[in-house]
């Protein structure tokens, strides 16, 4: 059974509604939805992939390790983590356990679990009203773009938003904090050019 996203709603009544949805199955291994968090005006929006296992317990978007390497990042691109309104994709946590341990395990979203959180993504937008939306990763990106989306092709670019309609202006589609956490050698260069897609959202 979905639960209907009240129309008109400011970010509290829609944190209420989404903390009972079941437009997916997800919410049944979950430990709680993560609404978004930010302030209700803020100027710019990032949407991530889903919350991991910290977020999942402690109901916040970004407090795990994501989040560390997110707030170091957002430091040096000039922005300030209490003037971004931070969410994601997708609500709830999706894991799977294992055999040989107690840990719960990431498992990506699926295009279902994508879609049928969508509707939220879509009223937190039009609640904050933000000026720029930076997609964080493969699944937001393809949330805020459509699944044709490649973000091997268009990352670090201003992108046009797709819907006239709000008040975005534009887009930036870049890679996922913990991508840089997993990449090894590489980590220096990703968090730069990570940094640097953050600072072309903060300078629009
Ligand atoms: N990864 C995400 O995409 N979102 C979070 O909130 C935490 C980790």
Redesign the pocket.
Known sequence: MATEVPAHAGLRELAVAAARCTACELYERATQT?FGAGPDKARVMLV?????D??DRRG????????RMLDRALDEAGLARNEVY?T??VKHFRWKSTASSKRRLHQRPGATHIAACHPWLDAEITAVRPRIVVA??A??AQSLFGPSFRLTQHRGELLDWPDPHTTVEAAVATI???AILRAGEKRKEMQAGFVADLRLASRV
Not at 48 to 52: F, K, L, N, T
Not at 60 to 67: I, L, Q, R, Y
Request: glycine residues 20%; without cysteine; charged residues 10%.
């Open positions: 993560v991530g992939e889903q919350p991991g910290v977020e916040e978007p970004f407090v795990g390790p994501a989040g931070l994601n994709a964080m990763g699944v937001a996922h904090p913990s």
